[in-house]
């Protein structure tokens, strides 16, 4: 039975650090551009749609088309409001309107890394793993097992005892990719409507490691600058025949920003 899905892309008009960042130029394109047509490219949704509460980032997103059903509201625009709070909103206003969704698919406005291929490539291992959610992650560049923490201008080791260790015998540990999440919506809404500290938050979840090359948190201008050398790089290493393949530094030439990053 062919489930129902929905891509729902989170996009408020507030940003802080960058203004006007989800519909800011990348390489000559609005940053929302990208997520939207590798939703559409995927061919794996019935709906995609924007949640946001900007009348321009509205119109630049049913440019590239998405749908845009209804604003987001004030509570769910807010600095305090998590990524499970505009989800759940957005799945209640649906039902409100008759429609329920099997899966459903997070995508970041400022994801430029996320193709049709990769989601679909994300969305085979999300149904195989039989998780409540899959998630994209990539290692830590530096072990963070050998951190320090700054107390009374002294450093102090986070994990001491990983002092002696080398730092090729630690194992790799992950952090989010901050690109897209897929999800069971069932799963999804019993945890939010369960539990209001932890829902969301606490499914069974399943990786879907990506490399360095493919990751880059847009936060401060510079952030901007790296991603977009990081995506042109991406883009002269695409898959001829159309499918995800996973980039690794090693793939990218001398002079290039991979090995500068390694150095």
């Known amino acids: 039975m062919k489930q129902n899905a929905i891509a729902i892309i989170t ?9 006007r960042k989800n519909v800011r130029p990348f390489c000559g394109r609005p940053i929302l551009a990208y997520s939207i047509e590798a939703a559409r490219g995927s061919g794996l949704f019935d709906e995609v749609m924007v949640s946001t509460d900007d009348a321009e980032i509205a119109e630049v997103a049913q440019a590239y088309g998405a749908t845009v059903p209804f604003y987001r509201s004030t509570a ?6 998590t ?16 429609r329920t969704f099997d899966v459903m698919c997070c995508i970041y406005p400022t994801a430029p890394f996320v193709t049709a291929a ?4 994300a969305e ?16 830590y560049s530096y072990p963070p097992q050998r951190s320090f923490s700054l107390t009374d201008g002294r450093l102090a080791y986070n994990f001491p005892q990983y002092v002696r260790t080398r730092s090729q015998d630690l194992p790799p540990w992950y952090h989010d990719a901050g690109q897209f ?3 069971r919506v069932a799963s999804f809404l019993a ?24 990751v880059q948190d847009i936060d401060h201008l ?15 290493h695409l898959s001829p025949r159309g499918g995800y393949k996973r980039l690794s530094r090693r793939e990218f030439p001398h002079d290039s920003l991979g090995d500068r990053h390694a150095a």
């Open 181 to 183: 999440y897929f999800y």
């Open 11 to 19: 996009a408020r008009g507030g940003s802080k650090r960058i203004p």
């Open 222 to 236: 510079a952030d901007w600058e790296l991603a977009e050398m990081k995506y042109q790089r991406m883009m002269t």
């Open 76 to 81: 769910a625009s807010d600095d305090f409001a």
């Open 118 to 121: 990769k989601l679909r490539a």
């Open 191 to 214: 945890s939010v409507r369960g539990d209001a500290e932890t829902g969301g938050y606490a499914l069974q979840t399943a990786p879907f490691v990506l490399d360095e090359m493919e």
């Open 83 to 98: 990524t499970a709070d505009v989800l759940c909103e957005v799945l209640t206003m649906y039902e409100a309107q008759g």
């Open 124 to 139: 085979a291992a999300f149904r195989a793993s039989g998780a409540d959610m899959l998630e994209p992650v990539v290692a």
